[in-house]
């Protein structure tokens, strides 16, 4: 077994008295891998301004250890830098929040096939309704996935293509009604950007975040210069298959901006802690605000394809939102204003506002098959040691 010990994150920065405290508790992803939960895993804590911990353990490949500079596939943790590059367009007036649409987006105007078995055409004549705050929030009544018979990812389909495809995808509910877990709402989102900036979705992340942010360790795309960095996913969608998720040369090609960018514990900590109050962001502060608050006002929903439902469903704009979600990933003591995203791949990154910190959590396998972060409640537990360990600082 491989295991990796303890990193200072930001040298220079005076640790605070709890450093021991935090690095204690991040040392129970050792037993993770212990136990064959999950090859590889890496995490890092920020708090009052730093990050003060991290920790690796483990492996990223065979034979190669998880290593702080380790890029892990983040999955749908990739939706809230999306959320935030959409963003930055509304704040300069070139895209609108509550605006239809529709009159944003002409393409997104009806249904590809609208006599297609499952067009529903009472909700089809909702569809000029939609707004960008609903594509963020999950509340535009679109399904969580264009379906088979729209997108096979078996042909191998460029990422335009998929865009296209996800712009005629009927609704499954009334806008406004239901929070129903899409990844079809930020790909729309994303077509409706490079509609408005006139360049591809990835040149307006890489301006608009990755370079603002000073995210050097944020890849959407991985060329051969950058796959020895990359954490290998166990048991991927599509295993031993030119399409197989997350690792494939052809999904590493894809930068798919609801679910297929890579980066580091550190990196995607820095990200989440620029949401806490006082920080600093290159945001527009109101839009930051309302990217970590409720915008789904009091409705059920939840992550169907997972089973999980909510009789209140909590989301802001790309980042959901814990509020009063009972046994959440991110424990039980983070307080309900704590802001979060986890991935299909087994990665998580959270932040709690009451407490100035921010915690990301990445492990290198899927977890819908095994549920292994879920049930034990290993990210729960984990997160309520770091909560204990920097309350006690």
Known sequence: MIRGGPRRANPGVPMPDNADAVQHALRLTDRWVQEAAVRGVSTAVWHRGAIVASHQAGEAAPGAPVRAETLFALASVSKPFTAAAVLRLVERGDLHLDLPVALQLPEFGEADDP???DVIPQLEALRDRITLRQLLSHTAGLPENAGVKRLRMSDQPTLERMLDIMCGVPLQDAPGEVLRYSNVGPAVAARMAERAAGVPFH?????????????????PTIDAALSDRVAIVQDPSAEGTPTEGYNSPWWRSLGIPWGGYYGTAADVVRFAASFLPGADIPLDRELAAEMVTDQAHGVAGGVFSAGIRWETAFWGLGWEVKGTKPRHWTGTLTSPDTFCHWGQSGTLMWADPTRDLAVAIFGNRTVLKKAWPLNPPRWADLSDAIVTATDAG
């Open 115 to 117: 006599f297609a078995d």
């Open 203 to 219: 040149t307006i992340l890489r301006n608009e975040v990755l370079v603002p942010w000073n995210l050097t360790a944020l890849h």
